[in-house]
């Protein structure tokens, strides 16, 4: 499931790139902040936002190279693991 959470981080980051946003916001429901536990290691800052609906999380990453390649190498560094538990590596 991280893997699959990854590669959508990965197509916002290329976005932003495209788009030359030095950061990626997303504006989360705080029921839903467990799900991005897999990008803590990416997050800038977090903050909490008051929205028309409700108070919710506001959470700024980085687009640079940096953040990119951090993304690429736990990819990496995650599927060698799973390798490790499957094939007992």
């Not at 991280?2 to 976005?15: N, R």
């Not at 909490?48 to 953040?67: F, G, L, N, Y």
């Not at 990119?68 to 390798?83: G, L, P, S, T, Y």
Request: hydrophobic letters at 45%.
């Amino acid at each position: 499931m991280f893997h699959f959470q990854l590669k959508i981080l990965e197509q916002l980051l290329l976005f932003c790139e495209e788009k030359a946003a030095a950061n990626l916001v997303l504006t989360v429901k705080d029921a839903n902040l467990a799900y991005l536990g897999i990008y803590s290691r990416l997050i800038a800052t977090a903050k909490k936002v008051t929205t028309a609906r409700e108070e919710q999380t506001e959470i700024v990453m980085p687009t640079d190279v940096e953040t990119c390649d951090e993304i690429v190498d736990f990819m990496n560094d995650a599927e060698k693991q799973f390798r490790k538990t499957v094939w007992r590596e």
